[in-house]
């Protein structure tokens, strides 16, 4: 088991989206979270993250992943925005996102994660000149740190084209066959997924 | 004990009570005010230095105090709001600020105008002057958080955010106090003081503490009327509202 | 983790130059047209120029500082440092790193508003002294009404009505601290008050700013 959501209750200030949410996510397991717009699907992402409180109800994480620096090091959280600092280059956004989660790369792993997401030669461009596709990648890039066991993707196939598309879904097959967990959202029909669906109502 | 606090959590109970209490307090506000000012500023004897013009002192003196003691109060509500998540005391806060911050302003103008005949102007930089002007700015620091910040957080993070507020400014209180005092030793010619005033009659300082203590029932009145107009406000499309209020039409 | 985070400030820190010019502009115009308001035959500038530049301190450090935590939130950041190492160190080193893109400039100007308002240089070293203190306290401060006015639009007004009263005892400490140093008396025990005041500051309002920004962010 990765997590167990124990009879969640999401409110935001006095509008109540649901109660009574309860599922777990065994390992090497796929989730597709569905619902309509606005029905609080990215919510329920943030609140497994530790980005909400819950109204009611509890997750409870696997034993070794509770600890805080287990947590960074475990669990992989892209969201709808990309947290890169517009200033600094690609390779150095690319070296922050992975310090946050106390992991170091060498040079040739940092060149290698860039060649595998087509940013061989972009290293030290400014983030800011990256298209919306681009950053996404270098965001999702994080997934290959081994230390991962559960990563929560919100729409994460926005903005990639077919080809990375592709790549991701491959990502995603590689990571369960290794026994790791996705929960993810997407509007899109992807090809290749055999997701379990989780419905919000 | 518990059973007391718990009952603080619901907004139904305290909405039925307070109407009560709200009433007895406002009675006691009507005695002790009229009481106070009328015995102050009609019976009680002229001063031998100041003549009539201390009689202001019977406004100015409590509301500079309850300006004062007001922001505590909020402040203390902010933490108990913060600790214990009591979901009455925001509402008791936000509805006690205008009183507070109308608390500064009488204490001000009477300020000005008690200061006008005594020292020959309506303003002087004196420490308690200059302190209670920045607590001025403080209340109306804390009425824009009220007002503002439930656009961007949301209304329960941004009244524990205003709590915050709230404790930092009383944190500051007493190292304004203390800077400007400093600042004004430094500063001003000691002529020019708030007298030492020697031991007062009774004929005139009962009246003052009748006047002290209708301002401390004023504020509870007002306190408890306000919150709860605030709590029908932000709990409108509750169903304790249509029960209790049923003329109100809530929400849809 | 707290070595990423670091990286990433200090970094940013010097790929932002106009951050650090805009406010020193800012501060120093206000400076330099402050005496043309002035009859200089009535107004002695030595004992003007001291409180004219914490005046003006004051004032430009506010500029733009509200949008200290903003581009944090907007990009996600903020969430992925909650994530990880939580956000008091992350505030910690964010106004550390503040503070330096202010302080830096300021020790260029001080010795100008010297220069211009015919202060005598002995007195720079205090002063220099009284203004990182004074600076550092400012930051602090205005980080708090920057992490309550995340999000809000044109919060520029509400930081300076926040921040303003807030900040009166660092004026006059420094103010005090400056004075005393230009008359040639003790000026030991304003500074140390401004001290106690900053560290106090720096002490109680990080933890302030990361419970701010946390319910800014739910």
Redesign the interface.
């Known amino acids: 088991m990765i997590l167990q959501a124990v009879n969640l209750a999401l409110r935001f200030d006095d509008w109540q989206l649901w109660r009574g949410l309860s599922f777990t996510i065994a390992q090497a397991e796929l989730v597709h979270l569905r619902a309509a717009n606005g029905r609080g699907k990215t919510s329920l992402l943030?609140g497994l993250?530790?980005?909400?409180?819950w109204l009611e109800g509890d997750v409870r994480w696997a034993v070794d992943m509770q600890a805080?620096?287990d947590?960074?090091a475990k669990?992989l959280?892209v969201?709808?925005?990309?947290?890169?600092?517009?200033?600094?280059s690609v390779l150095?956004n690319l070296?922050?996102?992975?310090?946050?989660?106390?992991q170091v790369s060498s040079q040739q792993q940092l060149a290698a994660t860039l060649q595998d997401i087509g940013l061989q030669g972009f290293a030290d461009m400014p983030a800011k000149w990256l298209s919306a596709g681009q950053s996404r990648r270098l965001v999702l890039s994080q997934c290959d740190l081994p230390s991962l066991r559960f990563w929560c993707f919100d729409e994460p196939f926005v903005a990639l084209d077919k080809m990375y598309v592709e790549w991701l879904v491959a990502k995603i097959q590689a990571f369960q066959l290794s026994g790791g967990a996705v929960l993810f959202t997407s509007h899109q029909e992807i090809p290749g997924l055999a997701a379990r669906e989780l419905y919000l109502d | 004990m518990w059973q007391w606090f718990h009952k603080w959590g619901s907004a139904k109970w305290f909405y039925q009570a307070s109407a009560a209490w709200s009433r007895v307090f406002g009675y006691f506000a009507l005695l002790f005010l009229t009481l106070g000012l009328v015995w102050g500023f009609v019976f009680a004897p002229a001063d031998y230095q100041m003549n009539h013009n201390y009689r202001i002192m019977y406004l100015h003196v409590p509301s500079a105090m309850l300006a004062q003691i007001t922001y505590l109060l909020i402040a203390i509500l902010g933490l108990v709001n913060l600790v214990w998540k009591i979901k009455i005391t925001p509402i008791l806060a936000r509805a006690v600020l205008p009183f507070g911050a109308s608390c500064v302003l009488l204490a001000l103008l009477s300020g000005a105008f008690w200061g006008r005949p005594t020292w020959g102007t309506y303003w002087i930089w004196d420490a308690r002057l200059t302190s209670t002007l920045?607590l001025f700015?403080?209340y109306?620091?804390l009425w824009?958080?009220y007002s503002?910040?439930p656009?961007?957080?949301?209304r329960n993070?941004?009244y524990?955010?205003a709590a915050?507020?709230a404790?930092?400014?009383s944190?500051?209180i007493p190292?304004?106090k203390?800077?400007?005092e400093?600042?004004n030793t430094?500063h001003q010619p000691a002529s020019i003081r708030l007298t030492q005033r020697p031991a007062m009659p009774a004929s005139m300082y009962l009246p003052l503490f009748a006047s002290i203590i209708g301002f401390y029932c004023l504020m509870v009145y007002l306190m408890l009327k306000r919150a709860r107009l605030l709590l029908l406000e932000d709990e409108l499309h509750k169903a304790w509202v249509k029960e209790v209020e049923p003329k109100l039409v809530g929400g849809s | 983790?707290i070595?990423?985070?670091l990286?990433?400030e200090w970094?940013?820190l010097w790929?932002?130059p106009q951050d650090m010019l805009q406010p020193i502009t800012l501060l120093l115009l206000l400076i330099l047209v402050f005496p043309m308001a002035l009859d200089l035959t009535q107004f002695s500038l030595p004992s003007l120029g001291w409180p004219v530049l914490l005046n003006a301190v004051l004032l430009s450090l506010l500029l733009g500082m509200e949008q200290l935590f903003a581009?944090d939130q907007?990009?996600?950041?903020l969430?992925?440092?909650?994530?990880?190492?939580?956000l008091y160190a992350y505030v910690l080193i964010k106004l550390v790193c503040h503070w330096l893109r202010v302080w830096l400039p300021l020790v260029v100007v001080l010795p100008l508003v010297i220069f211009f308002y015919q202060m005598p240089l002995s007195a720079l070293p205090v002063l220099l002294l009284a203004l990182s203190l004074a600076s550092a306290a400012v930051v602090v401060f205005a980080a708090?009404a920057a992490a309550?006015?995340?999000?809000?639009a044109r919060a520029g007004m509400?930081m300076a009505?926040?921040v303003?009263?807030?900040l009166?005892?660092v004026l006059?400490?420094a103010?005090?601290t400056g004075?005393a140093v230009l008359m040639v008396e003790p000026w030991q025990g304003?500074i140390l008050?401004l001290a106690a005041?900053t560290c106090l500051a720096w002490s109680?309002?990080p933890w302030?700013i990361s419970?701010?920004l946390e319910?800014?962010?739910?």
Not at chain 1, 49 to 53: E, I, R, W
Not at chain 1, 95 to 102: C, M
Not at chain 3, 148 to 152: A, Q, Y
């Open positions: 943030r993250m530790g980005l909400n409180h805080e620096e947590f960074a669990v959280f969201g709808h925005k990309t947290p890169l600092a517009s200033e600094l150095e070296q922050l996102l992975q310090g946050l989660r106390g | 920045f700015f403080l109306m620091g824009a958080c503002l910040l656009a961007s957080m949301g993070s941004a524990k955010a915050i507020v404790i930092v400014g944190v500051n190292i304004i203390f800077s400007v400093w600042w430094l | 983790m070595n990423a985070m990286r990433r970094l940013l790929r932002r581009e907007r990009t996600g950041y969430d992925q440092v909650r994530m990880s190492y939580g708090f309550l006015t995340l999000g809000l509400l009505l926040l303003l009263p807030l009166v005892p006059v400490f103010a005090a004075q304003a008050w005041i109680l309002l302030a419970s701010v319910l800014a962010n739910h």
